[in-house]
C-alpha cells in the first residue's frame, strides 16, 4: 500500500475516532449534565388591563415526574421563594404510577397560592419506549402506556384551591385583581373541545388567560379570535434537542419551531407563551442547547413599554435561599 494511501486511511481513522469521541462527550452532557441543569427564565410581557398593578405568575410545565428525582423536587419547592402571584401548570406532570406523591411534594407550597393547570398526555398514560425518528416524522398513530392515576392528581389540587380549566371557564381574583380563565383538555391527544368555552372573555377583568397543554395553532387561533390576551402551553419541551443558531429541531405539534419556548405574538392582540419544560421521557433522558425550565412571567399593563422577545431569552439558574442571578 502506497504511503499517500496509509495517510489516508490513518487520517479517515482520526476524524472516525474525533467523531466517535465527539458523539459520546455530546450524549454524556446532554443526559448527564445539561438534563437537571435547572434553569429559570423570565421575561414581561404587557398584556395586562390599562393602570394594572404588575402580575408575577410562574409557569410550570412537563415535569415528567419519577418517584426518586429528589433534586427536581427539592428545586420546584423552592420556587416557592420567587413569591409568585400566580402559579400556571400547563401538565404532563408524570412519568409513573407511583409519581403523584412526588409531584404534590414538589408543589409544596406552591399549592398554597392561587393557581389553575390543564393535564397533558403524560398525565393520563405512562411514557413507553419510541423510535427516535417518530418525532421527526410525526403520525397520527399514538402509543400510549399505562393509565396514570391523574384523578388522584387533580383531587390533590383541587383540595389546595387550583382551578382546574379543562373545558371550563372561570373568574377568581388575585390579590383583588380579576383572572378570566379557560382552558382545553390535551390537543395532542385530540382531546380539546374549544367549543365548549367558546365566546368572548369578560372585558372588565385585568387578565383574559388562555391555557392548554399543547400548543396547536387550530387552538391558539381560537382563543385569539374570541380576545384572550394571553396563552400559556408547554408540551415542546423547547425542541429538548436543540442545534445553537438553529434551534430547535422539532416542536411534536404543529407549532412551528420559532415558537418552541419562550414569548411570542399570535395576530394583533394576543401573546404566546410556551415552557420548555421541567422534565424529559423516561425513554429519552437528554437535553442539549434547551436546560429544563420554570418561567417567571412579569405581566404589566398593556401601554408598558417592554421587549418580551428580549427578555424571554434570558435564563438563569435559580439558587434555592439566594434568588435569582
Not at 403524560?122 to 411514557?127: G, Q, T
Amino acid at each position: 500500500m502506497s504511503d499517500s494511501v496509509n495517510d489516508t486511511v490513518r487520517t479517515l481513522g482520526r476524524l472516525a475516532l474525533g467523531t466517535t469521541a465527539l458523539g459520546a462527550a455530546t450524549l454524556a452532557y446532554a443526559a448527564g449534565f445539561e438534563r437537571t441543569h435547572w434553569t429559570l427564565r423570565q421575561a414581561t410581557l404587557p398584556v395586562l388591563a390599562e393602570g394594572a398593578r404588575p402580575l408575577r405568575v410562574l409557569h410550570l410545565s412537563d415535569l415528567h415526574m419519577l418517584p426518586g428525582q429528589k433534586s427536581k423536587q427539592r428545586w420546584v419547592a423552592a420556587l416557592d421563594e420567587l413569591n409568585p402571584d400566580l402559579v400556571i401548570n400547563t401538565g404532563d406532570n408524570l412519568a409513573h404510577k407511583q409519581a403523584v406523591p412526588a409531584v404534590v411534594r414538589a408543589l409544596g407550597p406552591l399549592l398554597n397560592r392561587p393557581g389553575a393547570f390543564v393535564f397533558g398526555s403524560n398525565d393520563y398514560f405512562a411514557p413507553k419506549p419510541k423510535n427516535p425518528a417518530r418525532y421527526l416524522f410525526p403520525s397520527n398513530k399514538r402509543i400510549h402506556g399505562i393509565p396514570l392515576p391523574w384523578r388522584d392528581l387533580r383531587a390533590a389540587f383541587l383540595e389546595r384551591g387550583w382551578h382546574d380549566l379543562t373545558h371550563t371557564r372561570t373568574l377568581f381574583t388575585v390579590d383583588g385583581r380579576t383572572i378570566a380563565a379557560a382552558g382545553v383538555d390535551d390537543p395532542h391527544l385530540k382531546r380539546d373541545r374549544y367549543d365548549d368555552i367558546a365566546g368572548k372573555p369578560d372585558r372588565q377583568a385585568t387578565l383574559r388567560l388562555g391555557v392548554t397543554h399543547s400548543p396547536e395553532p387550530r387552538v391558539l387561533d381560537r382563543f385569539a379570535e374570541d380576545g384572550y390576551d394571553l396563552v400559556m402551553a408547554g408540551h415542546t419541551h423547547g425542541g429538548q434537542l436543540r442545534i445553537p443558531g438553529y434551534g430547535a429541531i422539532v416542536t411534536n405539534c404543529q407549532l412551528d419551531r420559532s415558537r418552541a419556548r419562550g414569548a411570542s405574538r399570535w395576530g394583533a392582540h394576543t401573546w404566546l407563551h410556551v415552557s420548555a419544560g421541567l422534565g424529559t421521557s423516561p425513554y429519552a433522558p437528554v437535553r442539549f442547547a434547551c436546560p429544563p425550565e420554570a418561567s417567571l412571567l412579569t405581566l404589566v399593563p398593556r401601554t408598558t413599554s417592554a421587549d418580551p422577545a428580549a427578555e424571554a431569552s434570558r435564563g438563569a439558574r435559580f439558587n434555592p435561599g439566594a434568588g435569582v442571578r
